[in-house]
């Protein structure tokens, strides 16, 4: 079993490329199943759920190539073959398979999605589209069978402002005949990358990024060239790093505006940041307040940097408290961080979080995001060295995450 090990104590210097995000890539990639010729996509970062989806394509029948970061993606002669288990359980994102195979080919067969499962994550509000549209859904053996002879456009309303039951309905209504909206639609940044791409493919989508998004059907996608955005996670997470180990770091080619809510947390506590065009400068010091933070959707906190937060607010001189509001029960790390020393207790969907001396431990991440605040731990621990098992959930969403520190002066290497 491979696990990460740490010899902390040192602070984060230097200057870190952030790559493309992995919540926009894992949209972007199926979204070429929708075209007709090659789609290119560009700046994909180096993650294992890029990795599978590829494998997922080619097993659609997808001919898929890479050059560097870069995927080329030939969808002219893929077929929608159903997909119970295997890769599609391998990542929460295989439900984009279910909109952009329905609207391909209006039909589609994907077990439930894999991935990180913190807590329950029901996916009623994407069925709930694709039945607005005109699909018929039906649960084949534990799989979801859509199908729709025609889709038509329609107004779907969300009930929770879901990122990928805005992306999935998305998906499908680039094809169905007529025009949907989708009120209440979730503002991620990358719900409008996705969007940006399937435009370039020819779609007619207007209001992403906003909480009413139009899409006017058209006959047939063609393939196109796009680039990723940055990913903001990655980027928040080398950001509370730095600051928890007191170092400074330029964390470059990022969207500073996307990292608002994290920038105005660390301030607050206490944290210099600097912008400069497409970077953010990061400069640690030795005392930070207690603060409280909330967890919501875009542009609210995100609730994926909340987990790494509670490491960095184990150095603040006083309580600091944690809400998410996006999931309810996202406290996996605690019991682990605790093993390390910290003083978290969680109450309801909160994290109280007191200033605590860690210590080195050998702890296991449960979950992407848990195994991103267990490695900033293990950065804050002078004495010992940290392991942290559960390397396979960090390898789905962080790009050369060892070799990255590494290079800004960490100890730290994979066993
Ligand atoms: C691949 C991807 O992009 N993953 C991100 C996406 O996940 P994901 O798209 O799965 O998350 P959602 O935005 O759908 O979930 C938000 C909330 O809505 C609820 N909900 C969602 C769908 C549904 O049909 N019914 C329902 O009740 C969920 O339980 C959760 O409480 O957004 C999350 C919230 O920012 C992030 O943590 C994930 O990193
Ligand atoms: C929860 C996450 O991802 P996913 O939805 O892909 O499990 C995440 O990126 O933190």
Redesign the pocket.
């Known amino acids: 079993m491979e696990k990460i090990m740490i010899q902390g104590g040192r602070p984060l210097r230097g200057t870190v490329q952030i790559s493309g995000a992995?919540?926009s890539a894992?949209a972007l990639v199926p979204a070429a199943i929708l075209a007709e010729t090659k789609v290119v996509l560009e700046n994909l970062p180096v993650i294992s759920?890029v990795e599978t989806y590829s494998e997922i394509l080619a097993e659609l029948g997808g001919d898929v190539s890479w050059d560097g970061n870069t995927m080329h993606i030939d969808p002219s002669r893929m077929i929608s073959i159903p997909m119970h288990n295997g890769l599609v359980k391998k990542?929460?994102?295989s439900y984009y398979l279910m909109g952009a195979l329905l609207g391909r080919f209006g039909e589609a067969t994907i077990g439930m999605p894999g991935?990180?499962s913190f807590e329950p994550r029901p996916i009623d509000q994407h069925i709930k589209g694709f039945e607005a549209l005109g699909a018929t859904v039906t649960n084949d053996h534990g799989s979801i069978h859509i199908y729709a002879k025609e889709l038509r456009g329609a107004k779907v309303y969300l009930d929770v402002a879901s990122v990928g039951a805005t992306i999935n309905i998305m998906l499908a209504a680039t094809r169905a005949k007529g025009i949907t909206t989708i009120e209440n639609a979730a503002k991620e940044p990358e719900i409008i990358d996705v969007a940006t791409l399937l435009n370039a493919m020819g779609a007619k989508i207007k209001g992403a990024g906003t909480g009413t998004i139009r899409i006017e059907g058209v006959d047939s996608l063609h393939g196109c060239r796009h680039s990723i955005i940055p990913d903001r996670?990655q980027a928040g997470t080398y950001m509370i790093a730095a600051a928890a180990t007191r170092g400074n770091l330029l964390v470059d080619n990022i969207i500073p505006k996307h990292m608002e809510a994290l920038t105005a947390k660390l301030e607050e506590m206490g944290v210099e940041i600097l912008e400069s065009g497409e970077s953010l400068r990061v400069i640690g010091k030795e005392n930070y307040e207690p603060i409280d933070v909330k967890a919501l959707i875009y542009p609210g906190f995100a609730t994926?940097l909340q987990s790494p937060m509670a490491s960095l607010l184990t150095q603040a001189s006083g309580v600091s408290m944690l809400t998410d509001y996006v999931y309810s029960n996202r406290f996996k790390y605690v019991p682990e961080l605790m093993r390390m020393g910290a003083k978290i207790r969680v109450e309801g969907r909160s994290a109280i979080i007191e200033r605590s001396k860690l210590h080195a431990a050998t702890v296991k991440a449960a979950?992407?995001?848990a195994g991103a605040a267990l490695v900033i731990a293990g950065l804050l621990v002078e004495d010992g060295v940290t392991e942290v098992l559960g390397v396979e959930f960090i390898d789905r969403?962080y790009d050369n995450l060892v070799s990255n520190l590494t290079m800004l002066g960490a100890e730290i290497w994979r066993e």
Do not use: E, M, P, Y
């Open positions: 992995k919540n894992v759920d990542l929460r994102a991935g990180c996670i994926d979950d992407l995001r969403g």
